[in-house]
Every structure is written in structure tokens, then in C-alpha cells.
């Protein structure tokens, strides 16, 4: 199967190979557990203004916790603002005000933001609170106190004119492992990798423009190295998407480098008895998790635990936090700890984290999900040229924040990059939610209204009680699979469903010579839309409330489990009101208009301020272009030359010493070829058989690391999205 299939029901990449989870070799019990879980979601830097491209983390986490309290699992729903790193202190500098003003803004405003797209998070704390500034000094602490941290002079840039250093983002210059620019502690316009203090090269001062220099200076070390072989056992174990267990291997396959944690700089959080130096943002970052579930167990008990600080005293922790969340259990016991993040922060949360928590004897992530970027158009969302669909703009608009959480949960499988346009974004509601999903619920409840006041009275049908035991089954194991777009698609399934039942039974028809089936249709159909309701509340909270107040159901839906869909109906309810309205053609020209001049404005005053910095722990894509298209044209017959044919994967097996390559056997009709690819620390090699792909079958033979290569398999961009065919074209078949 194709790692970018369009249906990531049973997607490899999108849940792991691991299948159904009853017995389960890395010990991970199926949800819902009898231990409390926690979701989190990747801090944005708080300083600038969010689009919906950023949203794609946080709709996401919110669904699959809201999937996950369906199930009856208790959860904790939890993140907040990172109010540290030199993102936010350029950011201030360059605005003339304090970081800590500057960051408060954003922050409180994106307190404000994310409720308004129905993200309900237990608690939105920020990394400035007493409880993650304890917190990330016990932690720090206890490192110390364990052995894992040391002293060693580096290499510092440092501006000589102003004689000042220059921590991470303001020094940029040149990637020393691809040569593409880089800034600070990121090469965030090339391979991706974390770059450690000393290592970029052409330093320069992002303050001042001037050429920078490196001079030596104390600072302090995790031992990342010593936790190589923990971290390869906890890769292995890891579940979620498979980007997030293949991205790291790099780094734990290699030789695992010691990690910098401290920097010169004067806005952070100070490394404990030494306050001339700041945690790097990657330390204290991660352990708002901890200090926001903390603060959310003590808000959930009231004022009399508050109090009690004394939990804090050491990273292992100690008090209690009463009747509520017990967070302690959630994060130093037996926990289920699910990180959602962008795929640009893997290697934080799957590397430097899980380390982190070990040496601190904490409980590791069960779940890593890393989301692809959000693309607009085609290209990517550029803020600085204001070539972004601002969150606020589209809430202006009047739009339900439930269509664009519908639509970019299920638009491609999480870990693949999606397109925003507009365009597509009408073509989806008006197909989807208009035409399947609001037409099916709509025509059901006006219909047994009408007829018999609500429900009719008769027996829910084998047929359709046997079809919605098994929506909740495809539900519970999308769950199990952290497939957050069948979570989401499942509603829409069911409506699909529903809409062809009620067409070929045709109950209108049957209420004069049939009455007692007729309402044996309606019945199904009432129950139907009841079990649509409890299967959209995850992805769709504030329809699935409307329905749910359609059918004069009394209580939240956000309260009731997956039984609630096989519950008989109200006896009576009123006449419904649709659920969505249609997006006409001439709304869509308006938006797109609107958007290409605001393009067209930033392009004409490149000076002007833009909405947004950077937000590295959000789930956006760079601001950067795709690669110019080559210049040099050729002809029809050069293309011709090509030989690109399917090819179906037979077998994969990593090549030993090789930290990146795959051999494969590729059934190509006429034979079957081996090829070697580059795969291996990208996709899961066991996933790799039955998946379709393109491949070039005249280039030339070659030997890779002493293995023949007769082929090359054609992959899109760093993650090596493979390409594939949409239909059922047969191994052999010629591309043209």
C-alpha cells in the first residue's frame, strides 16, 4: 500500500504496522486504559499571529483527545505559549519593547484564538508561569544531580563590534551538513538538522548585519550519548505516525552527540545557581506539558491543593493532587503520554524529550503524531507577504470553525502535507457536509417530524443496527491507530450510509401502503443521525451540539460515550434547521480576490510589518518557496527517453551499515528489478511490500554500498513522499 494512499484507514504510515492492538508486543494497552492520559500539543513561539496553517496541530490534538474521552478515557488536554527563545527576543528588539510584553501579547491572544476553533484545551498555560519555572529547574536539577550534565568550553558566536553574543536566531549563516542558510540553532531552510552552538559557518549578526566570530566559552552538556541504546529500544516501542519513529534514527542509529542546554542570553529561564547563563528554549519548552497538566490538576481540585508547592521540590515530584487529574501518575508512573507536533519538531520530542524524561525517571511518550504542513494553493503559506488565510480573517467571515476543522482533519493522512485554497475548501463543504452529511440528517428529522412528531415507534432495524456497531468499532480502532482523519471522516461515512438507505427504501412512498415499514425506515434513519451526532462530536464539536439539540436530547453529547449511538431517540422534536449552508461560487471569487491583493499589496511595500515571526513549534511550513523550476526546457522526445513505469514493492530489507539505504525487489510486469533506495530513514521498511510506486526502469545500473541497483524509485521532496498511481494501474504499466 502506498504511504500516501488516499484513505489512511489502514495506512502504514499513518498508524504504524503494529495492527490491531489486543496483544500488543510493546506492552500498550488499547484505549481507552485504566491510566490517565495526556495530549499535548506543540508550543507556538508567541509572536505573531496565527493563520489557519498553524491550526492543523491543534484541531488535530483536540479531535483525538475529544476521540479518546469518547472512548471513556480520562484525559488531560494540554499546552501553552513559548514565551522564551531568541525568536520572541529579536522579535521584541525589533519592536522596542520587553520580550516579556511582546510575548505576553501573543500569548493572551492566542488564548483567544483557540477556543474560538472549538481547540478546548484543560489548560493553555505559557512557559513563564512559576510552576514551568520550577519545574524546569528541578528537572534541571535532578540531571545534574544524576551525573547526566558537564562543563565544556565551546565556540560562541559573538559580535566584536558590539561586543555582545549571539545566541541561536541571532546568528545566521551557512549549514555546515547541506550548505543551504540556516539560522541559529536550525537549518530551516535546508536538511532540517538541529544545529549546536559553534556549528553554523559565515556567521553573521542578525542584530547589526555584522560579520560575527566565534570565541570560546563555558557552558553546560545533557548526556544525550549515554541514553543512545535507551533511545533506540524507546523508538521501537514508539507508536503514532511513522515519520516521527523514522525521522530520529538518524541521530540514534549515528553517533549520538552531546546536547548544549545552556545560552547567552538574558531572557529565559536561568540554569539553577548560575544565573549568568539561560536554559536553552528546548528544555524548559517540553516541560510545560508537565506544568501545564499540574496546573490543570490543581485548578480541577480547587484552591486547597494549589497550594502545595512542595511537589516541585524535585523533577520525580511528590504531594498529590487530591480527587482531580492525578498528573504525577499521568507523567512519573504509568501514564499514556500522546504528543501532537509538526513534523519540523520530531527530533525535539523523539530524541531530546524522551531523554530528558529517562534521566529524570519519568514515564516516556506512549505516541508521537507529526502532522505535514498546511500548503495554500499549492505553495507555501508565506507571512512575511502576507500570502496567508489569517485565523481571524476566516472567522470574520462568518464561517463555522467546524468546516475548516472537517476539512483539514481529513483531507490527507496526517503526516502528509494538505493544500488550503478556497476553492477546494467550498468543493469539500458542499460535497461533504452540505450534500452527505446535512442533507442526510436535514431530510431524516424534517421527514419523521412531519410524519410522527420525532421518533416513530418501532424497532431499530438488524441492518442498520448491525452497520452502526460497526461505525463505532471502525471508530474505536481509528482511535487505537491514531488515525485522526478516519476519527474524522467517520460521520460522513455513516451519512453516506444513510443517504443511500433512505434513497432506496424511499419512505415517502411507503406511508400510506406500508406505514408499519415506513416507520421502520424513519426509525433507522432518527437512529442514524443520533449515531452521526456521538461520531462527529470529536472532529465537529459544535455541529454535533446543534444535532444533538435537534433531536431534544437533554446533557452535552461532549458528556456521552460511544453507547449513547444505539440509544433510542427522543420520542419528539421539532422541525430542524439545516445544519450547514451552501458556499456559493461568487463568495469564493471574493475570497480569492481579496487574498491575491493582499498579496499583491505585501509584494508593493516590502517594508511593512508582517502579521507573524516565526512559529517553529507550530505545525507551519518555512517561509520559503518551492524550488524555481529548472529553466532549461526539453523536448516531447527528450521526455520520451524516459522509461517511468508502476512498479509494486515485492520485498524490502535494510542494507547492513547503511544508515539510509533499502534493497528492494520491484515487480515491474516484465520482471522484477532490484532497486536501492534511500528509504530507510524515512519510511518503515516493513511497511514498505504491496506499496505502488513510480520508478525509472532505463537508468543506468549502479552499486550502492556493494549492492546492484537496476532502477530508481521516484519520491517527492525531504520526507521521500513515494509516488504512486491513484487508480489500479498494473505493475508495468508505462507512465506518460
Given at each position: 500500500?502506498?504511504?500516501?494512499?488516499a484513505?489512511?484507514?489502514?495506512?502504514?504510515?499513518e498508524?504504524?504496522?503494529?495492527g490491531r492492538r489486543?496483544?500488543?508486543?510493546?506492552?500498550h494497552?488499547?484505549?481507552?486504559t485504566?491510566?490517565?492520559?495526556?495530549?499535548t500539543c506543540?508550543?507556538?513561539?508567541?509572536?505573531?499571529?496565527?493563520?489557519?496553517g498553524?491550526?492543523?496541530?491543534?484541531?488535530g490534538?483536540?479531535?483525538?483527545a475529544?476521540?479518546?474521552?469518547t472512548?471513556?478515557?480520562e484525559?488531560a488536554?494540554?499546552?501553552?505559549?513559548?514565551m522564551?527563545?531568541?525568536?520572541?527576543?529579536?522579535?521584541?528588539?525589533?519592536e522596542?519593547?520587553?520580550?516579556?510584553?511582546?510575548?505576553l501579547?501573543?500569548?493572551?491572544?492566542?488564548?483567544?484564538?483557540?477556543?474560538?476553533?472549538?481547540?478546548d484545551?484543560?489548560n493553555?498555560?505559557?512557559?513563564?508561569?512559576d510552576?514551568?519555572?520550577e519545574?524546569t529547574?528541578?528537572?534541571?536539577?535532578?540531571?545534574d544531580?544524576?551525573?547526566?550534565v558537564?562543563?565544556?568550553?565551546?565556540?560562541?558566536a559573538?559580535?566584536?563590534?558590539?561586543?555582545q553574543?549571539?545566541?541561536?536566531?541571532?546568528?545566521?549563516?551557512?549549514?555546515?551538513?547541506?550548505?543551504?542558510?540556516?539560522?541559529?540553532?536550525?537549518?530551516?531552510?535546508?536538511?532540517?538538522?538541529?544545529?549546536?552552538p559553534?556549528?553554523?559557518?559565515?556567521?553573521t549578526s542578525?542584530?547589526t548585519?555584522?560579520p560575527?566570530?566565534?570565541r570560546?566559552r563555558s557552558h553546560k552538556?545533557?548526556?544525550?550519548?549515554?541514553?543512545?541504546?535507551?533511545?533506540g529500544?524507546?523508538i521501537?516501542?514508539?507508536?503514532g505516525?511513522?515519520?516521527?519513529?523514522?525521522?530520529?534514527r538518524?541521530?540514534i542509529?549515528?553517533?549520538l552527540k552531546?546536547?548544549?542546554i545552556?545560552?547567552?542570553?538574558?531572557?529565559?529561564?536561568?540554569?539553577?545557581?548560575?544565573?549568568e547563563?539561560?536554559?536553552?528554549?528546548?528544555?524548559d519548552a517540553?516541560?510545560?506539558?508537565?506544568?501545564s497538566?499540574?496546573e490543570?490538576?490543581?485548578?480541577?481540585?480547587?484552591?486547597?491543593?494549589?497550594?502545595?508547592?512542595?511537589s516541585t521540590?524535585?523533577?520525580?515530584?511528590a504531594?498529590?493532587?487530591?480527587?482531580g487529574?492525578?498528573?504525577?501518575?499521568a507523567?512519573?508512573?504509568?501514564?499514556e503520554?500522546?504528543?501532537?507536533i509538526?513534523?519540523?519538531?520530531?527530533?525535539?520530542?523523539?530524541?531530546?524529550?524522551?531523554?530528558?524524561?529517562?534521566?529524570?525517571?519519568?514515564?516516556?511518550p506512549r505516541?508521537?503524531?507529526?502532522?505535514?504542513f498546511?500548503?495554500?494553493?499549492g505553495?507555501?503559506?508565506?507571512?512575511s507577504?502576507?500570502r496567508?488565510?489569517?485565523?481571524?480573517?476566516?472567522?470574520a467571515?462568518?464561517?463555522?470553525?467546524?468546516?475548516y476543522?472537517?476539512y483539514?482533519?481529513t483531507?490527507t493522512?496526517f503526516?502528509?502535507?494538505?493544500?488550503?485554497s478556497w476553492d477546494?475548501?467550498q468543493?469539500?463543504?458542499?460535497s461533504?457536509?452540505v450534500?452527505a452529511?446535512?442533507?442526510?440528517v436535514?431530510r431524516?428529522?424534517?421527514?419523521?417530524?412531519?410524519?410522527?412528531?420525532?421518533?416513530p415507534?418501532?424497532?431499530?432495524s438488524?441492518?442498520?443496527?448491525?452497520?452502526?456497531e460497526?461505525?463505532?468499532?471502525?471508530?474505536e480502532?481509528?482511535?487505537?491507530e491514531y488515525?485522526?482523519?478516519?476519527?474524522?471522516?467517520?460521520p460522513?461515512?455513516?451519512?453516506?450510509?444513510?443517504?443511500?438507505?433512505?434513497?432506496?427504501?424511499?419512505?415517502?412512498?411507503l406511508?400510506?401502503?406500508?406505514p408499519?415499514?415506513?416507520?421502520q425506515?424513519?426509525r433507522d434513519?432518527?437512529?442514524?443521525v443520533?449515531a452521526?451526532g456521538v461520531?462527529?462530536?470529536p472532529?465537529m464539536?459544535?455541529?454535533?451540539?446543534?444535532?444533538?439539540?435537534?433531536?431534544?436530547e437533554?446533557?452535552?453529547i461532549?458528556?456521552?460515550?460511544l453507547?449513547a449511538?444505539?440509544?433510542?431517540?427522543p420520542a419528539n422534536f421539532?422541525?430542524?434547521?439545516?445544519?450547514?449552508?451552501?458556499?456559493e461560487?461568487?463568495?469564493?471569487?471574493e475570497l480569492?480576490e481579496?487574498?491575491q491583493?493582499r498579496?499583491?499589496?505585501?509584494?508593493?511595500?516590502?517594508?511593512?510589518?508582517?502579521?507573524?515571526?516565526s512559529?517553529?513549534?507550530s505545525?507551519?511550513?518555512?517561509?520559503t518557496?518551492?524550488?524555481?523550476?529548472?529553466?532549461?526546457r526539453i523536448?516531447?522526445e527528450?521526455f520520451?527517453?524516459?522509461?517511468?513505469?508502476?512498479g509494486r514493492?515485492?520485498h524490502?530489507?535494510?542494507?547492513?551499515?547503511s544508515?539510509?539505504l533499502?534493497?528492494?525487489?520491484?515487480?515491474?510486469?516484465?520482471e522484477t528489478?532490484q532497486i536501492?533506495?534511500?528509504?530507510k530513514?524515512?519510511?518503515?521498511?516493513d511497511?514498505l511490500?504491496?506499496q505502488?510506486?513510480?520508478?525509472v526502469?532505463n537508468?543506468e545500473k549502479?552499486?550502492l554500498?556493494?549492492?546492484?541497483?537496476?532502477?530508481?524509485?521516484?519520491?517527492?521532496?525531504?520526507e521521500a513522499?513515494l509516488?504512486?498511481?491513484?487508480?489500479d494501474?498494473?505493475p508495468g504499466t508505462?507512465?506518460?
Amino acid at each position: 500500500m502506498s504511504t500516501n494512499d488516499a484513505d489512511d484507514r489502514d495506512e502504514h504510515d499513518e498508524h504504524g504496522t503494529h495492527g490491531r492492538r489486543d496483544d500488543r508486543a510493546d506492552g500498550h494497552a488499547r484505549f481507552p486504559t485504566e491510566t490517565p492520559a495526556v495530549v499535548t500539543c506543540g508550543l507556538p513561539y508567541a509572536n505573531g499571529d496565527l493563520h489557519v496553517g498553524h491550526l492543523r496541530t491543534y484541531v488535530g490534538g483536540d479531535t483525538f483527545a475529544r476521540a479518546l474521552r469518547t472512548l471513556g478515557q480520562e484525559v488531560a488536554f494540554v499546552s501553552g505559549s513559548d514565551m522564551h527563545g531568541t525568536p520572541v527576543a529579536v522579535n521584541a528588539w525589533q519592536e522596542g519593547v520587553s520580550p516579556e510584553e511582546f510575548a505576553l501579547r501573543h500569548h493572551e491572544k492566542y488564548e483567544e484564538t483557540f477556543p474560538r476553533f472549538d481547540v478546548d484545551f484543560d489548560n493553555y498555560g505559557h512557559t513563564r508561569t512559576d510552576a514551568n519555572v520550577e519545574l524546569t529547574q528541578a528537572f534541571v536539577r535532578t540531571l545534574d544531580e544524576e551525573g547526566y550534565v558537564y562543563d565544556e568550553e565551546i565556540a560562541v558566536a559573538w559580535d566584536p563590534e558590539e561586543e555582545q553574543a549571539l545566541p541561536d536566531r541571532y546568528v545566521e549563516g551557512t549549514c555546515p551538513y547541506c550548505g543551504a542558510h540556516a539560522r541559529g540553532d536550525e537549518c530551516d531552510e535546508g536538511c532540517g538538522r538541529h544545529l549546536e552552538p559553534g556549528e553554523i559557518e559565515d556567521p553573521t549578526s542578525v542584530v547589526t548585519g555584522n560579520p560575527a566570530e566565534y570565541r570560546t566559552r563555558s557552558h553546560k552538556f545533557f548526556r544525550l550519548s549515554e541514553f543512545e541504546e535507551y533511545l533506540g529500544e524507546f523508538i521501537a516501542r514508539l507508536d503514532g505516525t511513522s515519520n516521527a519513529r523514522n525521522q530520529p534514527r538518524e541521530w540514534i542509529e549515528g553517533e549520538l552527540k552531546d546536547w548544549c542546554i545552556t545560552r547567552d542570553l538574558d531572557w529565559g529561564i536561568p540554569y539553577p545557581g548560575e544565573e549568568e547563563l539561560i536554559l536553552y528554549v528546548w528544555v524548559d519548552a517540553p516541560v510545560e506539558y508537565v506544568a501545564s497538566t499540574k496546573e490543570f490538576a490543581e485548578s480541577s481540585v480547587g484552591s486547597d491543593n494549589a497550594e502545595n508547592d512542595e511537589s516541585t521540590a524535585n523533577a520525580a515530584g511528590a504531594g498529590s493532587a487530591g480527587e482531580g487529574f492525578d498528573w504525577e501518575r499521568a507523567w512519573a508512573e504509568d501514564g499514556e503520554l500522546i504528543h501532537v507536533i509538526g513534523r519540523d519538531i520530531i527530533q525535539h520530542h523523539a530524541v531530546f524529550w524522551p531523554a530528558m524524561l529517562r534521566g529524570v525517571g519519568y514515564n516516556e511518550p506512549r505516541a508521537i503524531l507529526a502532522s505535514g504542513f498546511v500548503n495554500l494553493d499549492g505553495k507555501a503559506f508565506s507571512t512575511s507577504r502576507d500570502r496567508a488565510v489569517w485565523a481571524d480573517d476566516y472567522l470574520a467571515e462568518g464561517f463555522d470553525p467546524d468546516l475548516y476543522r472537517y476539512y483539514v482533519v481529513t483531507a490527507t493522512g496526517f503526516q502528509q502535507d494538505t493544500d488550503f485554497s478556497w476553492d477546494r475548501f467550498q468543493q469539500r463543504v458542499n460535497s461533504e457536509l452540505v450534500g452527505a452529511l446535512g442533507n442526510f440528517v436535514y431530510r431524516s428529522l424534517l421527514f419523521a417530524h412531519r410524519t410522527y412528531e420525532g421518533t416513530p415507534d418501532s424497532e431499530l432495524s438488524t441492518e442498520v443496527r448491525e452497520r452502526i456497531e460497526a461505525a463505532i468499532e471502525d471508530f474505536e480502532e481509528s482511535v487505537n491507530e491514531y488515525s485522526v482523519r478516519a476519527i474524522g471522516q467517520a460521520p460522513v461515512e455513516l451519512a453516506q450510509f444513510g443517504n443511500e438507505y433512505i434513497q432506496q427504501a424511499e419512505p415517502w412512498k411507503l406511508v400510506d401502503d406500508d406505514p408499519g415499514r415506513a416507520a421502520q425506515v424513519i426509525r433507522d434513519c432518527v437512529q442514524l443521525v443520533k449515531a452521526i451526532g456521538v461520531l462527529a462530536a470529536p472532529v465537529m464539536p459544535g455541529t454535533a451540539a446543534r444535532l444533538w439539540a435537534q433531536l431534544g436530547e437533554s446533557g452535552s453529547i461532549e458528556d456521552r460515550g460511544l453507547d449513547a449511538a444505539l440509544e433510542a431517540p427522543p420520542a419528539n422534536f421539532d422541525a430542524p434547521p439545516e445544519l450547514f449552508e451552501r458556499i456559493e461560487d461568487d463568495r469564493v471569487a471574493e475570497l480569492n480576490e481579496d487574498l491575491q491583493a493582499r498579496i499583491e499589496e505585501s509584494a508593493a511595500n516590502p517594508d511593512a510589518d508582517a502579521r507573524e515571526g516565526s512559529h517553529e513549534e507550530s505545525d507551519t511550513a518555512a517561509e520559503t518557496d518551492l524550488e524555481p523550476l529548472t529553466e532549461g526546457r526539453i523536448g516531447f522526445e527528450e521526455f520520451q527517453d524516459l522509461d517511468l513505469r508502476v512498479g509494486r514493492i515485492e520485498h524490502a530489507e535494510a542494507i547492513e551499515g547503511s544508515d539510509k539505504l533499502v534493497r528492494l525487489e520491484v515487480d515491474i510486469g516484465i520482471e522484477t528489478r532490484q532497486i536501492v533506495a534511500g528509504l530507510k530513514q524515512l519510511h518503515d521498511t516493513d511497511s514498505l511490500p504491496d506499496q505502488k510506486v513510480v520508478i525509472v526502469a532505463n537508468m543506468e545500473k549502479a552499486e550502492l554500498f556493494g549492492v546492484e541497483s537496476n532502477g530508481m524509485v521516484l519520491a517527492a521532496g525531504e520526507e521521500a513522499d513515494l509516488l504512486t498511481t491513484h487508480d489500479d494501474a498494473s505493475p508495468g504499466t508505462r507512465v506518460r
